[in-house]
């Protein structure tokens, strides 16, 4: 199911502008939409999944103008939105049959697709009990099975993997991934490890624009020559952060800091090139159009 953004904008009530021209094309399999917090990831989302229209451009899925013909769309696809929210005293098994009725399934495909999806998310055990009672990380199962009813060619999913601890993450990472073989599967977050690890493609969005679309080993690219690990006093830490992105720090044995920095230049002090990661290359992109920004207004 492709999935077509055309020079797509929205631009609030006050003139706030979430999204300013963004152009992307999306098809079968994980496809990863990175960004910081307030970048339009959401706001994007919310256009696909048709909950909203685009100040200018058009979105397509599978062909269909989502402005033109919004039911069509969304019988098309599932939705699992950043806050999730479900009736506490309903059971799992009571609320997706709920779901089920609104989307329009009969009794005998809704009864059997709703004893797949709990076996598929880790929720069989569970399904009586009320949602009340659930983790975090079931809930978020719980979303994804809402989400995945009716059997939809496209899968829609906003930051579901924050708040989660490590081991739930990665569990619902795999499950995606799983999802991603025989569908499109959009993935929202602000956390690279899991569109690393998890998608063949990706954009990185930055004040609305796209700042960077292809495969996360490209991204990682973006930073080949500017990333540095630094061994460094606490007067020559305070002189490195103020000119590069401290990626992380640790406390040397000799009192010092041992420091892995992103920058455009060379930074003081002991120092060595270092081979970039994806997380290098999402923090040098996002310093690159930081400064574009600011040369443009400064240019106003």
């Not at 709703?114 to 009340?132: K, N, S």
Request: hydrophobic share 40%; net charge positive; aromatic share 6%.
């Amino acid at each position: 199911m492709d999935v077509v953004i055309r020079n797509v904008s929205k631009v609030y009530r006050g003139g706030v502008k979430a999204l300013d021209g963004v152009s992307l094309s999306v098809g079968k399999g994980m496809f990863g939409l990175l960004g910081p917090n307030g970048a339009g990831k959401s706001t994007l989302l919310r256009l696909v999944a048709t909950l909203d229209t685009p100040t200018a451009g058009q979105v397509t899925v599978g062909g269909l103008d989502c402005r033109k013909h919004p039911g069509e769309v969304r019988r098309r696809l599932g939705y699992l939105p950043q806050a999730f929210a479900a009736f506490r005293r309903l059971t799992a098994l009571e609320f997706l049959d709920y779901v089920g009725l609104l989307k329009g399934l009969d009794n005998p495909r809704r009864g059997r697709e709703i004893g797949e999806l709990v076996e598929q998310v880790g929720l069989a055990r569970a399904a009586r009990a009320r949602i009340g009672t659930f983790s975090g990380g079931m809930l978020q199962r719980l979303g994804i099975a809402q989400a995945l009813l009716g059997s939809p060619p496209l899968l829609i999913v906003d930051e579901p993997t924050a708040g989660l601890d490590p081991e739930e993450r990665v569990r619902f990472r795999n499950l995606l991934a799983d999802l991603g073989q025989d569908r499109t599967v959009v993935l929202s977050t602000h956390i690279v490890a899991d569109v690393e690890r998890a998608c063949g493609d990706l954009a990185l969005l930055f004040e609305g624009r796209v700042a960077f679309q292809g495969p996360p080993l490209t991204l990682a690219e973006r930073a080949s020559g500017r990333v540095w690990e630094v061994a460094t006093d606490r007067e020559g830490y305070e002189r490195v952060r103020l000119s590069h992105q401290v990626v992380a720090s640790r406390a040397a044995a000799d009192g010092g800091f041992l420091l892995r920095v992103v920058g455009d230049k060379t930074p003081p002090g002991e120092v060595r090139a270092a081979t970039p990661t994806v997380e290098d290359g999402y923090l040098a992109t996002i310093r690159s159009a930081a400064v574009d920004c600011v040369s443009k207004a400064a240019a106003f």
